[in-house]
């Protein structure tokens, strides 16, 4: 394991790559920095983070390397993982230019809204971090890995995946956006083969995820699937 003054160098560095990245799929496009739906939407990704991290370093920080590895395993999870980063920073680069040509008009009161659906799909992620130590970025078993079953567990078997499609869902709308609805709609179904894949491969490598997969029904959506 890392010591934790790397782990906190990395992560701040991570975090301020993260930062001026996204600041520049969203501002170079929309021409402005009067870009105010741009500059909530940083503010629901950016601004609790460093609370975040201070946290999960001290509680946990195997959690912490574990998000910070991003290289996968298997070759089936590689080409999804790249499909899906092509697809959803590409159409993160189209809400500031819907908002550069004003080609949405969504209502302010569905923007607000939105804001805070993004928000909770956002705090429903970090449930899951505070709940599972071994919600790493890639898909794998490790040592000591054991199923959870407790906290958002009990209602989907990915919860995070759950917070995530929540976020894509609403992402568009909250950047004051329809014309990018579609391309972040495209990203589900990556999510879902993802999962799937994942699935198969804990039911084959991690002990008695089978079992809970019998216990809990729903995968991704409450009651529906």
Known sequence: MATPRSLKTRLVLRSLIAVIF??????????SFRYWQGWVFMAILF????VTSVYFLKRDPQLVERRL??????????TIVRWAQVVFFGSLLLP?????FGWSR?????????QLLVFAGYLITLWVMKENSFASRTVQVEEG?????????CLVRHPMYFGAVLMLLFTPLA???????????????????RL?????????????????????RSRLLPLLW
């Open 196 to 216: 799937l894949h994942e699935e198969k491969m804990l039911c084959h490598d991690l002990p008695g995820y089978s079992d809970y997969c019998l216990r809990t």
């Open 145 to 153: 890995h054991k199923v959870i079953s407790t906290g958002p567990y």
């Open 22 to 31: 996204v600041a520049a799929l969203l501002f170079i496009p929309a021409g």
């Open 47 to 50: 601004v609790p983070m460093p």
């Open 96 to 100: 500031g230019l819907d908002y550069r």
């Open 69 to 78: 590895r991003t290289q996968e395993k298997s070759s089936e999870q590689k």
């Open 175 to 193: 950047l004051g956006s329809w014309r990018a609805e579609p391309g972040f709609l495209l990203v589900i179904p990556l999510i879902v083969l």
């Open 106 to 114: 969504v209502p302010l009161w569905l923007t607000i809204l939105s």
